[in-house]
Nanobody, 126 residues
Framework: EVQLQASGGGLVQAGGSLRLSCAAS????????IGWFRQAPGKEREGVSY????????FYADSVKGRFTISRHSAKNTAYLQMNSLKPEDTAVYYC???????????????????WGQGTQVTVSS
């Protein structure tokens, strides 16, 4: 059974940090690119960050560039999103997703991803 388990969300004050984890099972993690998306209430789900299957390429949405860092650990079948200098506008449910065909510059397109996790809530208070 394919599973993507996102965790690490919580309530944090503005300026604080959180690290999200995305644990994968049921497929060959090393063959899949990983994307992080988020969805705030009443808004569309948007791409936050992406890392290629090899880990050599990463992309970030302009809104998080310089504050968030994506990484992956092959032996643990886990991807991470380190979020620093959090702002209230970062409040959302965060989802991780896996793409078997590396989307590269199409990384923000949700249709490029084969598997999705259940989401973890991040709330940033002002």
């Amino acid at each position: 059974e394919v599973q993507l388990q996102a965790s690490g969300g919580g309530l944090v004050q503005a300026g604080g940090s959180l690290r999200l984890s995305c644990a994968a099972s049921g497929f060959n993690f090393d063959d899949y690119a990983i994307g992080w998306f988020r969805q705030a209430p009443g808004k569309e789900r948007e791409g936050v960050s992406y890392i290629s299957s090899s880990g050599d390429s990463t992309f970030y949405a302009d809104s998080v560039k310089g504050r968030f860092t994506i990484s992956r650990h092959s032996a643990k079948n886990t991807a991470y999103l380190q979020m620093n200098s959090l702002k209230p506008e970062d409040t959302a449910v965060y989802y991780c997703a896996a793409a078997g065909r590396d989307p590269k510059w199409l990384w923000m397109a949700k249709a490029e991803y084969n598997y999705w996790g259940q989401g973890t809530q991040v709330t940033v208070s002002s």
